[in-house]
């Protein structure tokens, strides 16, 4: 639990991601500053998050497969008052939910800009940290 | 027509107080609201042979300890549902369904937490294969994951946070009447905008206020609620709906296609088709309202308004003590107090009992009730026994 009446040192950092058995793929692919998700084989729609079979026809499985980080934004958020410690220094931030052309969403950090809109188109960029590599996107320079 | 089916009804409410630092245990306030559901109810403590609750990561107590600490002879039924503010209507569904199949006679349903002092929903890490893409970015509060759809839904349907803040203020004047209501101050639209963003478009008023507490209520038949102490609050219908892709945990909105609609357009038919009534047949409606946005995506989902004029229709008014559908009559989640929608079920009751006191609505013979926000809820509709 969180509260901002007492913050561990551990509390001021983030958390990496804790990648399962299904995820590993994708985390080890923003590593390679590659952008992988899964293709089903039967529908042949692409699918985020990673999950052992396809949310839309329930073929199991799934290939991985490399996409342009590249979509619009469909809706987003701006964060003023963080919740966890770690995200403090950070405010104001923002959250976005990006759809790919491929047809899925991602949710990611966006840099901030003004204004944002639904629908602008955002490109994503690797962003390292200690043990994990972030996608963050930003509207294309 | 052909004779209704078995009816269940709600026959009494419990509550305890509402405070941000109980100093009790989470089973202590259970006990307290399940003594009182069952005493404002007229039964005695041993004809409780059910329970019914929900938790989130382990917030809560287990239906067998509330059996324990009642001292009852015995539980035909016992429910425990890893939900949140989903499950109130569909516990009180499924309670009305156990006891309609002859499973139960009496079934508590509560929700306790100490939400306020002690593990907080909002900001608990949820478990599930979603929380390593949202945690790390620092998206890691439930009321993100709302205000990314309340975003969406007020671009799309062209409403904006004027809209947001005329629920708010509204439910302040409903709150002014209830003495349990943590938020009784009055709160103008104008007033409401110039405070700052806590997560945009949300500000702090357009939150939930977090609280430690318990309520329950006590459901049975409707033939034997008839015979106790207070006008029964029938169970008309209830229904739960998840649509397709609701994610792999509570927080995980991504494979949902639609932010702009939640569960609530989604059950509607099965809901009003159940209870063989109809949008327009409602008279007053409590909807599940963490955060603002929802009583207007409620509002549209439920067919009461028209898609994109749920912000005009509280805006004149019209969810006001004065208007034609009273909304969140307790002043909701957001004046008094977050138990996760258990308490807009119990106040759902008061109203259809006819026991509001100075908050009492005129006309209370069809009420709806909401539980949820997002992906996945429930309702019902209570009826006055007509």
């Given at each position: 639990m969180t509260t901002f009446d007492s913050v561990s040192p551990e509390e001021m950092v983030v958390a990496p991601p804790v990648a399962d058995v299904d995820s590993q793929f994708y985390w080890d692919g923003l590593r390679a500053r590659r952008l992988l998700v899964q293709r089903c084989a039967e529908c042949e729609r692409h699918r985020f998050p990673p999950m052992p079979a396809c949310p839309s026809c329930a073929a199991p499985g799934g290939e991985a497969v490399e996409l342009e980080p590249r979509g619009t934004i469909y809706s987003w958020i701006v964060v003023h008052q963080a919740f966890a410690p770690a995200f403090r220094g950070e405010v104001p931030y923002v959250i976005a939910v990006v759809e790919l052309a491929e047809g899925c969403r991602l949710l990611t950090r966006l840099e901030h800009q003004e204004p944002i809109e639904a629908g602008q188109t955002v490109v994503g960029h690797y962003h390292d940290h200690g043990s994990w590599t972030e996608l963050r996107f930003g509207v294309e320079a | 027509m052909t004779p209704r089916a078995a009816q269940a009804a709600i026959a009494g409410v419990g509550y305890t107080p509402f405070t941000r630092?109980?100093?009790?245990?989470v089973l202590d306030q259970a006990l307290e609201a399940c003594r009182n559901a069952v005493a404002d109810a007229g039964i005695e403590t041993a004809q409780v042979d059910g329970i019914a609750s929900f938790m989130l990561m382990h917030d809560s107590v287990p239906a067998v300890a509330v059996a324990t600490g009642l001292a009852?002879?015995?539980?035909r039924y016992g429910l425990d549902v890893q939900l949140g503010g989903q499950a109130p209507c569909y516990l009180v569904g499924e309670a009305a369904t156990a006891i309609n199949a002859g499973h139960a006679d009496h079934v508590l349903v509560f929700r306790a937490l100490n939400g306020r002092s002690g593990p907080r929903v909002g900001t608990m890490p949820f478990a599930g294969a979603g929380g390593q893409y949202r945690y790390p970015i620092?998206?890691?509060?439930?009321l993100m994951y709302v205000a990314m759809w309340a975003r969406r839904f007020l671009l799309e349907t062209a409403q904006g946070e004027a809209d947001l803040a005329a629920v708010a203020s509204t439910q302040r004047h409903w709150a002014?009447?209830?003495?349990?209501?943590?938020k009784r101050d009055p709160l103008s639209v104008a007033e409401h905008l110039a405070a700052p963003f806590v997560v945009e478009p949300f500000r702090a008023d357009d939150c939930t206020v977090e609280v430690d507490g318990a309520c329950a209520v006590l459901v049975t038949s409707l033939e034997r609620a008839r015979d106790l102490r207070h006008p029964p609050a029938v169970v008309a219908a209830s229904a739960y709906r998840a649509g397709p892709r609701p994610g792999l945990d509570i927080g995980d909105h991504l494979l949902w296609s639609d932010y702009t609609r939640n569960y609530t357009s989604l059950l509607r038919d099965e809901l009003f088709h159940r209870a063989e009534l109809g949008p327009s047949d409602v008279q007053l409606a409590e909807i599940y309202d963490c955060f603002t946005s929802t009583v207007l995506m409620g509002l549209e989902g439920l067919g009461l308004c028209e898609r994109g004029t749920a912000g005009a229709f509280v805006r004149a008014g019209s969810t006001s003590p004065a208007g034609s559908l009273p909304v969140n009559t307790h002043g909701g989640l957001l004046a008094e107090g977050y138990l996760h929608g258990m308490n807009t079920v119990t106040e759902a009751v008061l109203q259809v009992q006819g026991r509001g006191g100075t908050r009492q609505v005129a006309n209370h013979d069809v009420c709806v009730a909401t539980s949820g926000a997002l992906m996945d809820g429930s309702a019902l509709v209570l009826t006055t026994d007509r």
């Open positions: - | 630092r109980s100093g009790r245990s009852l002879p015995g539980l620092g998206y890691d509060a439930y002014a009447q209830n003495e349990r209501a943590l």
